[in-house]
């Protein structure tokens, strides 16, 4: 029997392709009569989903959007976060800044890589690194922890 | 002039989703065992297969069935086979090949398949049966109170035997009758040995109903 194997990028037409065949076989026939099978087959879809739906198809749907929620959940969650250069500007100066400002927020210049300013808040460190270096936008960290503010 | 020939057409539909989601490579290796599959028993197939590596879609074709089996996200068969009744021995024998290899290399995945079959019979006979269900009496009152003239053409039931969850749907218009019967199951273990035949003759069960309901006086 005839086989083909393509590697072509082609599209998937079987729907069609099946479509041409049930109008050969009779089953889809001409204009005259698409209104009866549109409606015949909607119903025919309707029912299947109906069915499905109270049979617990819909829980593996469910199951994969959980599994998608806990895997992003776990991703915000364990520091698996992209680096910035703000990361780098106190990994670079770790010790040093956990030495002297264990527990402060430190406002960083991602321009010049520096740390700008200090303070016990946020705006604190933002008032000091603003009147430092005259700029208004700044990363914020706290020093020895992996989080600026928690709720 | 001459009286125009009653004719009926019917088709027989089975789909079959795995309820497991595959990975990537999954699917990349599930084709590739197809593929060789295929290759090694290409003589005992009796109709053109067409492998499409780029959409992971294999196609059997014949003159008289199509059966498709895509690996997207899930695995999923669909057969469409033209008179069933003729032609049901064919599909079956190259359904189980694939169902029993299916079943092997899914392994655990291929346990909890959801199993929808249907048929679809079309005739130039019109039995109204939505007008012999809904009753003259009713239509005519729902009709007053719409002040249309209302026509029923189409009625639709189900029910639940077992594990198996039927319908039945009969739909009249222009001078031709749709009567469409299907089927819905999941199969708790793998897919058992002559799938595609059992599922059919168990829808002798909705088709009989109908029978019944186009004979009986209501």
Redesign the interface.
């Known amino acids: 029997m005839a086989y083909t194997y393509t590697e072509e990028n082609e599209q998937d037409y079987s729907e069609d392709y099946l479509r041409e065949k049930m109008k050969k076989w009779g089953i889809l026939k001409d204009e005259m009569t698409s209104r009866l099978i549109l409606a015949s087959s909607s119903l025919n879809e309707i029912f299947k989903e109906l069915i499905v739906q109270r049979s617990g198809r819909d829980i593996y749907e469910e199951i994969d959007a959980l599994k998608k929620r806990v895997q992003y959940l776990e991703k915000r969650a364990g520091g698996k976060r992209k680096l910035t250069k703000a990361d780098f500007v106190v990994e670079l100066n770790k010790k040093e800044l956990e030495t002297k400002y264990f527990g402060k927020i430190v406002a960083i210049d991602a321009d010049s890589l520096e740390v700008v300013g200090i303070g016990d808040t946020i705006l604190e460190a933002y008032n000091n690194a603003k009147e430092k270096t005259g700029k208004d936008q700044f990363d914020f960290r706290r020093i020895g922890y992996s989080y600026v503010y928690r709720v | 002039m001459s009286e125009q020939k009653e ?1 009926q ?3 027989y539909e089975c789909n079959i ?1 795995f ?3 595959l990975k990537t490579e999954e699917r990349d290796s599930i084709f590739t065992k197809f ?1 060789s599959f ?2 090694e028993n ?2 005992a ?11 992971k ?1 294999i ?1 059997f ?1 014949s003159d ?1 069935f ?1 059966l ?1 089996i ?1 690996l997207a996200k ?1 695995m999923s068969f669909r057969a ?1 086979i ?2 069933p009744d003729k032609n049901k021995a064919d599909i079956n024998e190259i359904g189980n090949k694939i169902v029993s290899y299916m079943n092997t290399i899914l392994s655990e995945k291929a346990v909890g398949a ?1 199993v ?1 079959s ?1 048929i ?1 019979v ?1 005739s130039t006979k019109t039995y109204d049966l939505a007008k012999k269900i809904v009753g003259e009496n009713k239509i005519a009152k729902i009709g007053d109170l719409l002040r249309q003239t209302i026509q029923p ?2 009625v ?1 039931f ?1 029910y639940k035997v077992g594990e198996k ?1 039927f ?1 039945v ?1 009969s ?1 009249t ?2 001078g ?1 009758t ?1 009567e ?1 019967c ?1 089927s ?1 199951t ?1 199969y708790k273990d793998k897919l058992p040995f002559n799938l595609i035949e059992r599922e059919i003759s168990e829808l002798d069960h909705p088709i009989q109903i109908v029978k019944k309901l186009i004979e009986m006086e209501l």
């Open positions: 004719t057409t019917t088709v989703r309820p497991s989601a593929n295929i290759q290409r003589e197939f009796t109709a053109k297969i067409k492998l499409r590596k780029r959409i879609q196609l074709d008289n199509m498709i895509t899930r469409v033209n008179d959801v929808t249907s679809t079309r053409i189409s639709a189900e969850d319908y749907s739909l218009s222009g031709q749709l469409i299907g819905h999941v």
